[in-house]
């Protein structure tokens, strides 16, 4: 069982350009989320969504826009990218917000030259 | 709002040793989980362990216990006689039941280093 794929796992781009993380889990779970980690700061909440068709912000959403239109996949888009956008991101799914624990992606390092 | 601290940035023992990562915790709700996660050099994150606010029960499994105190807002985890595969970041995380709809929230984790 996949559990939570996040493709690709690698990416390097150039400053201003854009792209998608595309997360996909096959858990039957509500809630997604996209996590950003980067050095010393722990996982920062980018933004998330609560069902199919719904999505809100975390603690760092700016530069970041997402979509959540089938309810296995929960698509994070960086319009221009930033080199401050260089990080590693997660994607994690879980079945409820508060009990359970979450499901990680592996992961994908961005980079932003 | 919900906050994880995890002062420990770095820790560093030699195997066998004993080792406590700390975890404290901030929270208005009465209701709320606290999770431990490990991060392997590999990269992903596995989950630990999960208790309740209703549970203060330490909870031991193998050679990893943890140590719930409402009293002093602390979710410690222990490793006992700690082996190179234990090396890892761990991070602390809570969620809270009714302030708000905000997801879990982590600490800024814990380097442990195990030294062969």
């Known amino acids: 069982n996949a559990g939570v794929t996040q493709t690709p796992k690698f990416r390097v781009l150039k400053t201003g350009q854009s792209m998608t993380l595309l997360c996909a889990q096959d858990m039957n779970h509500e809630y997604m989320y996209w996590y950003r980690q980067d050095p010393g700061m722990g996982l920062r909440l980018i933004h998330y969504s609560v069902g199919e068709g719904t999505t809100a912000k975390g603690e760092v959403p700016d530069g970041y826009n997402v979509s959540r239109l089938k309810k296995q996949n929960f698509l994070l888009g960086l319009e221009s990218a930033a080199p401050s956008q260089t990080s590693v991101y997660f994607c994690?799914?879980?079945?409820?917000?508060?009990?359970?624990?979450?499901?990680f992606g592996q992961g994908t390092r961005l980079t932003v030259v | 709002a919900q906050k994880v601290t995890q002062a420990q940035t770095e820790i560093s023992v030699v195997e066998k040793e004993d080792v406590t990562l700390d975890c404290v915790y901030e929270t208005r709700d009465t209701t709320y989980y606290l999770f431990w996660y490990k991060q392997p050099p590999s990269g992903e994150l596995v989950f630990l362990i999960r208790?309740?606010?209703?549970?203060?029960q330490n909870e031991i499994s193998g050679r990893y216990s943890w140590n719930f105190q409402k009293s002093t807002s602390s979710f410690n985890f222990t490793i006992t006689a700690s082996q190179v595969v234990d090396s890892a970041v761990y991070f602390c995380?809570?969620?809270?039941?009714?302030?708000?709809?905000?997801?879990?929230?982590f600490g800024k984790g814990t380097r442990l280093s195990v030294i062969a």
């Open positions: 208790r309740n606010s209703f549970d203060e």
């Open positions: 994690a799914s879980s079945r409820d917000r508060v009990s359970t624990e979450a499901f």
């Open positions: 995380a809570l969620s809270e039941a009714y302030s708000g709809n905000t997801p879990l929230v």
